[in-house]
Each structure stands twice: as C-alpha cells, then as structure tokens.
C-alpha cells in the first residue's frame, strides 16, 4: 500500500461508518479517491477536506480558474493530468494544487522540472483535471498534446487513431456501457460511457485527439467525415473479443464548429429470454398472457432507455415458431434474429413505417412488430391489422400504461376500435441493482428517502448502496426492470369506447391487482434488490404517490427529494461559527448520517462556500458567547447578508444563557428555526433531516 492510500486510511477510518479495507490492488491516485470514497460513504471534497486537517496542508475548495502561467509554460498538459497537479501563483509565493501530496518523488521531479520551491495544496483529482484544462486553454487556447505523458507531439498521428479507437471501445464493453459520448469539454474533450443508465467520465482527451476520433468513426460508418456542419447517422459493425458488435454513429454539430459523437453498442450475439431479463414471476406471467393472444395490440411503453426494445425481443425470441411468420418494421433494425423478416423503414427513400405496414399485410404474416407507433397513420393500420386476426407488437413513448389510452385516442385513433383492438399495455423502467460486493444494511439514522419509505410502509428497506471497485465505486451493478400492466377489462373496454380518458375512471375499471410502478419499484427495494434512492431517481414523485395511494394514507406529504438525497453522495451542511472547534462535538454524528460538513468563520467565507459548493443544502448558524445585545444583531444580520440569497434552510443555535435573544433576533427580521443550546447530536440531525424531507427554504419559522 503506497503513502496515499495509508494516509487515506488512517485519516477516514473514524469517518466510515464500517471498517475500511485496504485496496487489493495498486490503484491510481483517482482509483484510490474513488476506492475510499465508496469505502468510507465521503464525498471525495469531504475527503480532501479530512486530508487536509490530518496533514496540516490548506484545502483549496475551488482550484478552477486558478493557473500560474510561468511555470505551466514549463509542463505539457499531458504531464500535468498524469500527476494530476496543478501550479497556482498566491501572495505567499507559488503553490501546487495536488491530489498527492505523500509523493516525494513525484514532488522531487515537479521542483525540478518548476526550477523553484512551491507550497503544497490538497484538492480531490476530478477538480484539479477540470482546472488543468481550464488552465491551459486560458494559457493556448490552441494547445494539442497527445495522450502519452512521455511524448511531446501536436495531436496524434492518423496511424495511431484505429488502435485508440478500438482502445477505448474494448474498455466501454468491458465495462458493460451501452453508449459512448465525446463532446467538448473545457479546452479539451470529454469522453463518457453510459453504464446501467447513468454516464460515467472515462477520460479527458485533448482536442485533437478527439477530433481525429471522430473522424475515424464517421468514415467507418458511411459518412462524410470531413463535414461537421450538419448532423449525421451511421452505422458499422466490429468484433470486440469474442462478440460481433453493431454500433449506431451519430453526430451533432455544436457552436464553434465542433461537433458531438455518441456511439451505441447493440450486441448481436445477445441471447434474448424473458425470463432472463429479471422480471418477476407475476410479470412474466402476465406479459405472457398478453402476448399469447391470437390478435391484438400488445404495447409497451416508457421513455427512451427503459428496456422496451429488449423486452420485445425477448418476447419475439419465444414465440418465434416454425408454424409462426413474424415480421417487423424497425428504425433502424437493431439485432438480427433467425427464421424471422425484419424490414428497416428509410424515410429518405420514401419506405416509413406506414408504406411498409401496408406492404407487409399482404405478406400473410401471423404476428408484427412495429419499432415505434409514431403517428395517427402508423396506430390506425396497427390497430385495423390487430382488428383483421394479427397479433401486433409495439411500443409508445407514455409515462405510464393508462396514459396510452388518452394518446392514442388524441392522434386520431376511433375509440370502438381501440376498445375492441387493444390487449394491454406494459409500462416499464430499469432500475439499477445494488452490488452484491458492497451493498451494506441500513442503519439509524435513516436516510430521507429511506425514512419517507418507512413512514409510508412501515418497513425500513434493508439495503442501501455504498460502492467499491467492482461497481466502479457506484454500489450498482446491472439493471432490473419494473413494470405496470394494464390487461383489458369489459368495463375498461366500454369506457374507452365511450372515449373516456380521465385516469381515475379508466383506473377504476381495470384489474383490482393492478400494480403501479411504485409499487413494483416498492417489492424490489424491500427484497434487497435495489434501493429507495434508485427507485426515486428512476420513478420519480410518483413513487410517494402511488406508495401512500397503495398504502390508503391519505392526505400525505409528499417529501421533495432533489438529486442529492436520491442519489449515492452525500448532502453538505455549512457550519458558521466564531469558533474554528463548535462544530467538533456533532462532526462525526453527521458525518455518519451522511452529512459532508464546511465550516466558515466568517460571512465572507460563508458566502465563498455557498458559491463553490452547490451540494449545500443547510446550514447552521452558532452564535457565539460573550456577546451584547447588539453585538449579536450585527453578527447575525452580516451572516445573514451573506446567505439569504441561497435560500437554503437554516438553524441558530444560541446560548442558554441568552433566551431571550430569539425575539430580539426575531425583531430584526430573523426568520430560521432558533433553538438554545446544549443540543444534543440526535436533536440536530433530526430538526436537520425534517427540513430538508419538507423542503424548507431561509425563511423557516419555529
């Protein structure tokens, strides 16, 4: 284990709410940030912050925008990323900006290569990367410099791209992404990969670089590589290990005559089986009894990337029959599959989905897949084909499976037809599954989320998320897929054809055992198999309502949760105090109810951390002792100036010996929550936790 990752050790394993192991393996100085973050449940700014307490050395909150020029004119830029340092001229003299600060050899080599002594400064690796970049494009907006720190070249030689390419291509699917994104990105190019939905930083390329990535791709695919003026699609196809690929290409012009590339990965050699795609039992039953009828419409429904296209597949796969002829009309044909006629539409010669369609009826076919009901055409000669013994396959882009009812009939589709057409309808979304590495219990306290969960359904879920190397530090690992299943009723049916489309009736006639997406998403968060965070991210505020309607809780209070009490990191708490150690008896309770803590000792300061930290979401205000009357309104009305503009909630605690400052205070326009101290941990982080579950604002009342 090297210098960093012991000093890391050391300094967060009172922090972790569980032990912390050492890394298996010899990481990187941003594999270990990311390793001890997940270990320990920190953010990594919370780290640094811990770092630099642990070694005497000044923290830099923000390194963006910050450059000393000489001596980056004495470095490359690909130097600087390797080490992960960044130069910055202060009063004091030069200082270096450093995720590393235990490598002397690594500080050895920077004095020589600077010529001069510097000061050191502690900053986590993803900010130093980003101040780099906006570094060096502030010094040659024009720079290029290749990827290999050793080298000193301009750009990177045409020969070299394919095996970058296909470099970085091979590290996607290793990863499991389904895209790839390159865009520009501060005087350089981020490149991204979607992993179970959610994108991932792979690595920060220099312009050039990417530029010459991009082209390389558009010329694989058919198109103009040389024309970044208008958006292009394309396609090829590439062996990746022992797996045949088809990937989708498209372009994107952007202003400054750039361009943005994402890739799509569609693995040919996938096995599709519904009862691979962990669906429950229920589910799997039910979608098979849709698809089992000899007619009709079956449609799925959900947003882009939420499963529909696998799932039809899976579907297709099992009732791929000799005595069956399927066809399927798709934009663009994504997987091949045997003993089954697959057409792709290609509107710039005039075959869309609705010429197609009519071509294909007259081919005899037992069953039809359409890619996408995209118009009022398409959906009427779906319906009419359902309506003449078909069995049709299709999906739409609703929120949920009542919705499809209200859509179709507003594109135009007759309300008798659709009653007598349609089978039912599957709404579906993916959530991510918790690691089986990492996943840890939940304990006291409990999160917002996991304490709105609780309140609604009287079971605290059983896991939560942490993250370790094998889920790239996420605490997810693969997907699983929720659903709602509309399956048609006689009193459903004549209240569509009546051309009803209120929810609440239509709701009415289905299924008594209709269960939402809220209540799938509840089954799997209480078996363990992902989490409330997940499921909130994924479902949104409809999970709090269809929970409580579920539940019959009337009246409740749907908590707000923003991204950051439904996600993996945790929420920052600023502490104002006179006093450099106030905050030092409650540290550790709100670190382990995963709290990152700032601390300001002066309104200035305050209002620099509330810039620079947007993951603040309260703040406590500790008055000192020792102070007369007026002497506190003026240091509460400076604070406040400070602070009022973020909105955010806010806590005074005062001295016991003054109670009567809440309604002096009060007089003078204070309006956040008072209370007298001593308080003890649990008291805080409760009065903490209730405002952010109510979304509280600075004007927070008693």
């Known amino acids: 284990m090297n210098d960093l990752a012991s000093q890391l050790m050391r300094t967060l394993q009172d922090l972790s709410p569980t032990p912390l192991n050492a890394p298996g393996q010899d990481l990187g100085v941003r594999e270990l940030w990311s390793y001890f973050a997940a270990q320990a449940s920190l953010t990594k700014t919370a780290i640094a912050q811990k770092l630099s307490e642990s070694s005497g050395l000044p923290f830099c909150a923000n390194p963006r925008g910050e450059r000393a020029a000489n001596e980056l004119n004495k470095l490359s830029l690909s130097q600087t990323l390797a080490m992960c340092v960044l130069p910055v001229q202060r009063d004091q003299g030069l200082s270096v900006i450093c995720a590393d600060p235990f490598d002397d050899a690594q500080m050895k080599n920077l004095q020589f290569a600077l010529g001069r002594a510097f000061n050191l400064e502690i900053a986590h690796p993803d900010a130093i990367e980003v101040a780099i970049l906006q570094a060096f494009d502030k010094l ?40 790839l994104h390159l865009q520009p990105f501060v005087g350089g190019a981020a490149l991204r990969m979607r992993v179970d939905g959610v994108l991932h930083r792979m690595a920060i390329l220099p312009l050039k670089v990417a530029e010459a990535l991009i082209r390389f791709f558009k010329a694989q695919g058919k198109m103009d590589p040389y024309n970044g003026l208008v958006p292009q699609d394309g396609s090829m196809r590439i062996h990746l290990g022992d797996q045949e690929y088809s990937i989708r290409i498209s372009t994107l012009p952007l202003e400054n005559h750039s361009e943005k590339m994402v890739l799509r990965f569609l693995d040919q050699s996938a096995s599709y089986r519904l009862s691979h795609n962990g669906f429950s039992l229920a589910e799997l039953q039910a979608i098979r009894r849709l698809s089992s009828n000899p007619s009709g419409v079956m449609l799925l429904t959900g947003p882009t990337g939420s499963g529909k296209t696998t799932t039809l597949y899976a579907l297709l796969n099992e009732l791929n029959r000799e005595d069956v002829s399927i066809t399927t009309v798709e934009n663009p044909v994504e997987y091949r599959m045997g003993g089954i006629s697959q057409t792709e539409v290609n509107p710039k010669s005039g075959l869309t989905f609705a010429g ?146 209120r929810q609440k009736v239509l709701k009415s006639h289905c299924q008594r055992n209709m269960v939402s997406l809220g209540q799938a998403a509840e089954r799997r968060v209480i078996s363990g198999d992902t989490s409330v965070d997940e499921a909130a991210r994924v479902v949104g505020r409809l999970l709090w309502q269809q929970l409580a309607e579920a539940h019959a809780i009337e009246g409740y209070d749907i908590p707000t949760l923003d991204n950051s009490s439904t996600g993996t990191s945790n929420s920052g708490l600023l502490w104002v105090s006179g006093s450099h150690s106030s905050q030092s008896l409650y540290s550790q309770s709100l670190q382990e109810a995963w709290f990152d803590v700032f601390s300001a000792h002066s309104p200035n300061e305050a209002k620099q951390l509330l810039e620079e930290n947007e993951g603040i979401r309260f703040v406590v205000v500790d008055a000192p002792d020792g102070l007369n009357d007026n002497e506190i309104k003026r240091w509460v009305a400076n604070y406040r100036t ?61």
């Open 642 to 702: 400070a602070m009022a503009w973020s909105r955010l909630p806010a806590l005074i605690l005062l001295p016991h010996e003054h109670p009567e400052w809440e309604s002096l205070l009060r007089d003078e326009g204070a309006t956040s929550k008072m209370v007298q101290k001593p308080i003890t941990n649990d008291e805080l982080i409760s009065i903490v936790s209730e405002a952010l579950a109510l979304n509280m604002d600075f004007s927070w009342q008693s």
């Open 356 to 501: 197609a369609l009519r071509s294909i009826l007259r081919q005899d076919p037992d069953m039809i897949l359409i890619g996408e009901v995209r118009d009022g055409e398409t959906a009427q000669i779906a319906l009419q084909s359902a309506l003449t013994g078909h069995l049709v396959l299709s999906t739409l882009h609703t929120n949920d499976a009542l919705t499809a009812i209200p859509r179709l009939l507003d594109i135009g589709i007759d309300a008798s037809i659709l009653a007598d057409a349609l089978n039912g309808v599957v709404a579906q979304r993916l959530l991510r599954k918790l690691c089986e590495h990492c996943k840890v219990a939940t304990s006291e306290p409990l999160r917002p989320a996991e304490k709105a969960f609780k309140d609604i359904t009287s079971i605290a879920p059983p896991f939560r998320a942490r993250g370790c190397d094998k889920c790239r530090f996420t605490g997810y690992s693969g997907r699983l897929p929720i659903t709602e299943i509309l399956e048609m009723t006689p009193g459903l049916a004549d209240a569509i054809a009546s051309g009803e489309t």
């Open 140 to 179: 040659n907006p024009s720079h290029g410099v290749d990827l290999d720190p050793t080298h000193h070249k301009q750009g990177i030689d045409d020969r070299e791209v394919p095996a970058l390419a296909k470099q970085i291509m091979l590290k996607a699917v290793k990863a499991r992404a389904s895209d």
